[in-house]
Every structure is written in structure tokens, then in C-alpha cells.
């Protein structure tokens, strides 16, 4: 298992459209991929869940993921979620 407290660099923060592309990202790994924030720990996969946490630009939040390509998995969250490609 893979844990990283990453800090949102993202303009917008995860409004809808941030959300989305987000949830595309970790929906490509079969590692169960998990964001907190606060007491909120969401599944990285399913958009709803995604809305409720509300981040901005910014804000720390921590990342979890575990499975088969779970480095990988973590890698490709960071790289979205700090704008590095």
C-alpha cells in the first residue's frame, strides 16, 4: 500500500470538471485508490464521492492505493493532481 499527502496544484481546485478527469485517471488502475480530507475518505473512482470533498487549490489532501499497479496508480494521481504531466 501506497500513502502520499499531496497538495492540490490545480487552478480550479476539483470542481466538476477537474473531478471528472480525475476520476478518468484512477479508473485506468485496478489498485483501490482512495483521497481524505479531514475526516472524508472517498474512492478515487466514483465522481460523486469525488464532489463531496470540495478541494481547492492548494488544500493537502492524502492518497492511498493499493493493489497490482498501485506505484503506478500514485505516480498518475500525483501527476494530475500537481499539474505535472
Do not use: H
Amino acid at each position: 500500500m501506497k500513502r502520499k499527502e499531496i497538495t492540490v496544484k490545480l487552478d480550479s481546485g476539483l470542481d466538476t470538471r477537474p473531478v471528472a478527469l480525475l476520476v478518468q485517471v484512477a479508473s485506468q488502475f485496478r489498485s483501490d485508490i482512495y483521497l481524505e480530507s479531514g475526516n472524508t475518505r472517498v474512492n478515487a473512482k466514483s465522481i460523486m464521492g469525488m464532489m463531496t470533498l470540495g478541494l481547492v487549490a492548494g488544500e493537502d489532501v492524502m492518497v492511498t492505493a493499493e493493489g497490482p499497479d498501485e506505484e503506478e496508480a500514485m505516480d498518475q494521481v500525483e501527476a494530475y493532481l500537481t499539474k505535472k504531466k
